[in-house]
């Protein structure tokens, strides 16, 4: 990726309302937000190494994190 914008997308879950999301960047949380759609653009990303997860809510709680997710932005 390069600097600035990334959009974050993810399959839907049956159950889930909304969905938690997790970006550290360069090993630190940077970012961490509710969202009701599948999909998240967000911008200001800096040079470095990101890790992202994902997880689907209800009114019963949180469901399990996803597997994390890998990228560089240069």
């Known amino acids: 990726a390069t600097s600035g914008e990334v959009l974050y ?4 879950e049956p ?5 938690e999301l997790w970006v550290d ?6 970012i961490h937000t509710t ?3 599948t999909s998240q653009v967000i911008t200001g990303h800096s ?6 997860w994902v997880r689907g ?6 469901g399990q994190w996803s597997k994390p997710v890998d990228f560089e932005v240069r």
Request: aromatic share 16%; charged share 5%.
């Open 47 to 52: 040079a470095g190494a990101y890790t992202w």
């Open 15 to 19: 159950l889930a309302t909304a969905y």
């Open 57 to 62: 809510i209800n009114d019963h709680g949180a």
């Open 35 to 37: 969202t009701t759609a």
């Open 9 to 12: 997308r993810w399959t839907p």
């Open 25 to 30: 960047a360069n090993g630190s949380t940077w």
